[in-house]
């Protein structure tokens, strides 16, 4: 009896040692899962977040807008102050005696 008694226990044993693997095995899979689910949803959100992308969009326009009218603004001052300057070369050309 005690020899069933050891055989048994080291079944036992084995069998929790085994159960014990396929449980973790389980746990992991399940992780897995959940981590491909949690990345599914952030892909899923990212691509099809059209309110969120339409206003980056937006602002990023609005930037890009104020930025050229501040170039056009520069470029106006520019060929303003050129003309100026070539308006007043001509003049010293023109009334120049060596010409």
Known sequence: IEDETQVSRATQG?????????????IVR??????K?????????????????NEAIEQRNQQLRALQEECDRKLITLRDEVSIDLYELEEEYYSSRYK
Do not use: C, T, W
Request: glycine share 2%; net charge negative; charged share 20%.
């Open 37 to 53: 689910l949690v990345s599914d949803l952030k892909q899923f959100l990212i691509l099809n977040d059209f309110p969120s992308v």
């Open 30 to 35: 399940a992780g897995e899962s959940l981590m």
């Open 14 to 26: 084995e069998q929790d040692n085994y159960e014990m693997h396929v449980r973790a095995a389980n």
